[in-house]
């Protein structure tokens, strides 16, 4: 059974860092694309905010872009998002996501929040 933990999440005045981490065990197979979505008081929809793909290929939502880099360690099936310069935009659940074939995997997800 594949899942994924979440870790990194916490409390950071506005200006500061944050480091998520995502491991994911369980599969037999080679994980695809790993990415971060979060999802902001009051909204429904998840949002992407970065994803990377099993080469060097990211993408990244604009509102993060020069702020938040997205790494990843395939020898660890791990998964990572180096949150600088955070706003209080930024506060939201931050889930993890792991497509392996065609399946789509997240993570439990894990606060962040900014404070002015």
């Known amino acids: 059974q594949v899942q994924l933990v979440e870790s990194g999440g916490g409390l950071v005045q506005a200006g500061g860092s944050l480091r998520l981490s995502c491991t994911v065990s369980g599969s037999r197979y080679s994980i695809d694309v790993m990415g971060w979505y979060c999802q902001a008081p009051g909204k429904q929809r998840r949002e992407l905010v970065a994803?990377?793909?099993?080469?060097?290929?990211?993408n990244y939502a604009d509102s993060v872009k020069g702020r938040f880099t997205i790494s990843r360690d395939n020898a660890k099936n791990t998964v990572y998002l180096q949150m600088n310069s955070l706003k209080p935009e930024d506060t939201a659940v931050y889930y993890c996501l792991s497509l392996i074939g065609r399946q789509t995997y997240w993570g439990q997800g894990t606060q962040v929040t900014v404070s002015s």
């Open positions: 994803q990377i793909d099993n080469g060097i290929n990211t």
